[in-house]
């Protein structure tokens, strides 16, 4: 069998070889990062007081139980438990017969006691100007003087007795001394009751305290301080405003009772919840980066950091207490690392680096 072969110079594979090698090894050099456009912050240490946290009870500052001044018989209960109550608002209506027949007699005799004082009065002039013409004995005289300051104090007396009587009417109306919600009915429509029986209990909204109990060896730091917050779950930060600091510790647990009285605002905290109360402490270095610069993703804390090549990255950081506008950092950064001060911008920017040929 006849058999044809074919041979290639050498030069022409390896000048194949070499421009194969050319086509798929091209070794080109990285694309450089583009300098940051947004504004960074690079991170230092600052001194601020350290803080622990505790668990206290909400409380109501103003909270009464609305007793009986008079006696009668229920007639109306406008509210019930947990109903909302305007400063003002009756609350119990009680029969008042009884109390109205007691302010009729008390204006009569007023009337009376009135009377007797003008003919009383007119009686002693007529009796001091006779004196003074000599017409008269002293001795009457001094009687016109005795009658005419016993009607006037009867007249006083008549005038104290209508003001009672006033006022045992007005007891069969009650209302609110506040606004703020019901908590308890002691009585019921068409029970009598009798002065002194309690009627209502209820609280008011618009003043709150938080009370928690403080281990004997913070104490001293706390009454050093004087500061201390509230935490609420959407981030927010109440600051007391007043703290006060039971002189005693509880024998059984050895704890101080602390009292933080919170401003007039709407918090909405309600009496009986537990808060996250944050006690300051001495002071410390701590890391805090300001709230607007915070990435949240689900229950994960981010930054946009910047490297030293200026590299832009999403690092996922670990936060501890909000002061202010600015929160701590727990883990995540170091001093000395620059972060996005606007996460949008970095965002843009990180978009607009991955787009650039």
Not at 26 to 35: I, Q, S
Not at 318 to 337: F, P, Q, S
């Amino acid at each position: 069998m006849h058999r044809t072969s074919w041979t290639l110079p050498v030069a022409t594979l390896l000048a194949a070889a070499s421009l194969l090698a050319g086509c798929g090894g091209r070794n080109e050099p990285a694309p450089k990062p583009r300098a940051a456009t947004f504004e960074t912050l690079e991170l230092a240490p600052k001194t601020s007081h350290r803080e622990r946290v505790w668990d206290g009870v909400v409380q109501a500052v103003n909270q009464a139980t609305m007793s009986a001044q008079t006696a009668g018989r229920v007639v109306e209960l406008p509210f019930d438990v947990n109903d909302y109550v305007a400063a003002g608002s009756v609350i119990v209506r009680f029969t008042d017969v009884e109390q109205q027949s007691a302010r009729r007699q008390a204006e009569a005799g007023l009337r009376a006691a009135e009377a007797n004082e003008r003919e009383a009065r007119l009686a002693f002039d007529r009796a001091k100007e006779m004196l003074d013409k000599k017409l008269v004995a002293k001795a009457a005289y001094d009687q016109a003087l005795a009658r005419r300051d016993a009607a006037v104090a009867a007249l006083e007396a008549a005038r104290a007795a209508l003001r009672e009587a006033s006022e045992q009417v007005d007891y069969t109306v009650v209302r609110a001394p506040y606004s703020g919600i019901l908590t308890e009915r002691h009585v019921q429509v068409g029970e009598t009751v009798r002065p002194g029986q309690p009627l209502l209990s209820g609280l008011s909204l618009a003043r709150l305290r938080v009370e928690v109990d403080v281990p004997q060896t913070d104490i001293a730091a706390i009454r050093a301080r004087k500061q201390a917050a509230i935490l609420l779950d959407d981030g927010r930060r109440i600051e007391a405003a007043e703290l006060i600091i039971f002189p005693y510790a509880d024998p059984t647990t050895h704890s101080f009772r602390v009292r933080l009285e919170l401003p007039e605002a709407e918090t909405g905290l309600n009496p009986g919840m537990t808060v996250k109360t944050a006690l300051a402490l001495d002071d410390a270095e701590r890391l805090l980066i300001p709230q607007g610069a915070i990435v949240q993703r689900g229950e994960l804390s981010a930054v946009y950091a910047v490297d030293a090549q200026g590299r832009v990255m999403l690092r996922q950081i670990r936060t501890g207490h909000r002061l202010g506008d600015e929160v701590e950092v727990l883990a995540g950064l170091h001093a000395g690392d620059r972060i996005a001060l606007d996460p949008l911008a970095a965002l843009a920017h990180l978009s607009g680096s991955s787009a650039t040929p």
